[in-house]
């Protein structure tokens, strides 16, 4: 389970934080993307930080242009 976690930030550049959405927090992070500006963000995770479904953590890689 930690071989997991250390290989899976590994490759996060970024952690955005959001309010918990239940579209969001099911969905499949491969296939979603974030814009925040002119910037945009390839999702790795998206996790529910507390489990009482308030709060997201997202994360997420900038995509280069």
Known sequence: E???FVQLTADISH???CDYTPELA???PSLW???LG???FNIGA???T???RKALRI???ESLP
């Open 2 to 4: 930690s071989f997991l």
């Open 59 to 61: 994360l997420a890689t």
């Open 15 to 17: 952690i955005l934080n």
């Open 26 to 28: 099911a969905a499949v």
């Open 46 to 48: 998206i996790i529910d």
């Open 38 to 40: 002119s910037r945009i």
């Open 33 to 35: 993307r974030a814009k």
């Open 50 to 52: 507390d489990g009482n």
